[in-house]
């Protein structure tokens, strides 16, 4: 039995032994802390019309149970059959489909590009950030007669992934969103954070047709550019030989950017978009769009239309604080540009939530100390900074350069955990501020928009 031919009488698959429906394919996929092929049979008793297995014992047990032997199937490797799946449903598709990576903005540029997009095609696009070995293939195999063209986020700790990745979604044109200083852990270095988002470049150089679209004010991504690959360039700083050229206009707090068509008229749009640094994301996103023939109008439409929910550059206004939310990542690049963008918005009062950055190896120290420098110069009434990776971190020469600030004393305070931030809340009711929340996904900063 081919598996690509069950599919095509069964097309939906599940990974999770919980959510099973009627005539699903159960792919029994491992992590370091559970075990899929424990659950196939029970998917199978759910409801499941196949499971695939890669160990021996699973089905040896389910047929000593008297299980159907054509219900589960064993492969090598269940992670690898599942994408080799994707793979093949992907290939009866002849249709674009852009792979997105980078440091910092994909799941927003991904956002950005599928809105407007959608101005004039069905698109497939991965859902929130499901970018990794096993949200890539979900996302291809929600690929439907309608699509027209697909958008497929790539994710990565370690080098490799992005070649893995593109393997599967085999892109016909893709966009690096830039490099920075993330999950260090795994790549060892910047060049190897570099080397691995490079891999999107080096997939697309072998697919003859192929494009790319490249911000051509990032000398790294410029230095990777493989040869005879067709390439759109975007600027926001006047860089020569652009498709798209854009400009700041402001962001007070809300991004206003200018953009135009080479040598086009001048178009401005207001964005839902806190932070300066997202205009590279829409202008991104507007090369995209040009490339695909989506009308002028219908780019910046939909540009001013979309709105982040994903704690993304996201401004909340409660009925006691105005918060500038970015807590889904953070890492020393984008942490960098979430001040910096800070700094430029007006308030009276400022206030900053800081979660540790995660993943960055021997660097970690450094790059916090950093960190506690930079925001012990800002102009901030208050700093609360979570999780240990702040420990020991002496602040004190900042503090004391502070001094007073809006007549009372520059607090740079600790706590361990969100947990402590949110008894702090409670106690304290912090009111009249303008409040940055950002830090790793992992600190769980996104949970306290609604106590603010």
């Given at each position: 039995m081919q598996l690509y031919d069950f599919y095509r009488e069964h097309p939906c698959v599940t990974t999770d032994s919980r959510d099973c429906p009627p005539g699903?394919?159960?792919?029994a996929l491992k992590g370091e802390s559970f075990d899929g092929n424990r659950f196939a049979a029970a998917a199978l008793d759910k409801g499941c019309a196949l499971a695939v297995v890669d160990d021996p014992a699973a089905r040896e047990a389910y047929l000593a149970n008297g299980g159907d032997p054509t219900r589960m199937m064993l492969v090598c490797d269940a992670l690898q059959t599942f994408k080799d799946l994707a793979r093949e449903h992907r290939r009866q598709f002849n249709i674009p489909v852009i792979g997105i990576t980078g440091t910092n903005g994909?799941?927003?540029?991904?956002?950005?590009?599928?809105?407007?997009l959608a101005a004039k095609f069905n698109v497939l696009a991965t859902e929130g950030n499901f970018n990794n070995d096993v949200?890539?293939?979900?996302?291809?195999l929600r690929l439907r007669p309608e699509h027209e063209i697909a958008i497929v986020e790539m994710g990565a700790s370690h080098p490799g992934d992005i070649k893995t990745l593109a393997a599967t979604?085999?892109?016909t044109c893709g966009l690096i969103t830039n490099v920075g200083k993330a999950h260090l852990l795994g790549f060892g270095s910047l060049e190897g954070v570099l080397h691995t988002k490079g891999e999107l470049y080096d997939n697309l150089a072998s697919r003859p047709g192929s494009a790319i679209f490249v911000n051509a004010d990032n000398d790294l991504l410029a230095s990777i550019l493989p040869q005879d690959v067709a390439v759109e360039r975007y600027t926001a700083h006047g860089a020569p030989g652009c498709t798209v050229e854009g400009e700041l206009v402001a962001c007070d707090p809300m991004l206003r950017l200018r953009w135009r068509h080479a040598d086009g008229a001048w178009r401005e749009v207001t964005t839902h978009l806190i932070g300066s640094y997202n205009i590279d994301n829409v202008l991104a996103?507007?090369?995209?769009?040009?490339?695909?023939g989506v009308e002028l109008e219908r780019i910046s439409a939909a540009i001013?239309?979309?709105?982040?929910?994903?704690?993304?550059?996201?401004?909340?206004?409660?009925?006691?604080?105005?918060?500038?939310?970015?807590?889904?990542?953070?890492?020393?690049?984008?942490?960098?540009?979430?001040?910096?963008?800070?700094?430029?918005?007006?308030?009276?009062?400022?206030?900053?939530?800081?979660?540790?950055?995660?993943?960055?190896g021997d660097v970690s120290r450094e790059e916090h100390e950093r960190l506690v420098a930079r925001l012990s110069e800002m102009d901030l009434d208050t700093v609360w900074l979570?999780?240990?990776?702040?420990?020991?971190?002496?602040?004190?020469?900042?503090?004391?350069?502070?001094?007073?600030v809006n007549g009372q004393p520059f607090k740079m305070r600790r706590f361990a955990d969100v947990e402590q931030v949110k008894a702090a809340i409670a106690a304290e009711h912090p009111e009249g501020y303008t409040i940055l929340v950002k830090g790793s996904n992992g600190n769980r900063l996104f949970t306290l928009p609604t106590l603010l």
């Amino acid at each position: 039995m081919q598996l690509y031919d069950f599919y095509r009488e069964h097309p939906c698959v599940t990974t999770d032994s919980r959510d099973c429906p009627p005539g699903s394919i159960f792919i029994a996929l491992k992590g370091e802390s559970f075990d899929g092929n424990r659950f196939a049979a029970a998917a199978l008793d759910k409801g499941c019309a196949l499971a695939v297995v890669d160990d021996p014992a699973a089905r040896e047990a389910y047929l000593a149970n008297g299980g159907d032997p054509t219900r589960m199937m064993l492969v090598c490797d269940a992670l690898q059959t599942f994408k080799d799946l994707a793979r093949e449903h992907r290939r009866q598709f002849n249709i674009p489909v852009i792979g997105i990576t980078g440091t910092n903005g994909k799941t927003t540029t991904k956002e950005l590009v599928r809105a407007v997009l959608a101005a004039k095609f069905n698109v497939l696009a991965t859902e929130g950030n499901f970018n990794n070995d096993v949200g890539v293939p979900k996302t291809l195999l929600r690929l439907r007669p309608e699509h027209e063209i697909a958008i497929v986020e790539m994710g990565a700790s370690h080098p490799g992934d992005i070649k893995t990745l593109a393997a599967t979604a085999e892109p016909t044109c893709g966009l690096i969103t830039n490099v920075g200083k993330a999950h260090l852990l795994g790549f060892g270095s910047l060049e190897g954070v570099l080397h691995t988002k490079g891999e999107l470049y080096d997939n697309l150089a072998s697919r003859p047709g192929s494009a790319i679209f490249v911000n051509a004010d990032n000398d790294l991504l410029a230095s990777i550019l493989p040869q005879d690959v067709a390439v759109e360039r975007y600027t926001a700083h006047g860089a020569p030989g652009c498709t798209v050229e854009g400009e700041l206009v402001a962001c007070d707090p809300m991004l206003r950017l200018r953009w135009r068509h080479a040598d086009g008229a001048w178009r401005e749009v207001t964005t839902h978009l806190i932070g300066s640094y997202n205009i590279d994301n829409v202008l991104a996103a507007v090369t995209v769009g040009l490339h695909f023939g989506v009308e002028l109008e219908r780019i910046s439409a939909a540009i001013e239309a979309y709105e982040p929910s994903n704690n993304r550059s996201q401004l909340v206004v409660t009925g006691h604080n105005r918060l500038v939310v970015d807590a889904y990542n953070a890492n020393p690049t984008s942490m960098a540009a979430a001040l910096d963008n800070f700094a430029l918005i007006p308030a009276e009062r400022k206030m900053a939530i800081i979660g540790e950055m995660r993943e960055l190896g021997d660097v970690s120290r450094e790059e916090h100390e950093r960190l506690v420098a930079r925001l012990s110069e800002m102009d901030l009434d208050t700093v609360w900074l979570v999780g240990h990776e702040f420990d020991g971190i002496d602040d004190a020469a900042g503090a004391r350069a502070r001094g007073i600030v809006n007549g009372q004393p520059f607090k740079m305070r600790r706590f361990a955990d969100v947990e402590q931030v949110k008894a702090a809340i409670a106690a304290e009711h912090p009111e009249g501020y303008t409040i940055l929340v950002k830090g790793s996904n992992g600190n769980r900063l996104f949970t306290l928009p609604t106590l603010l």
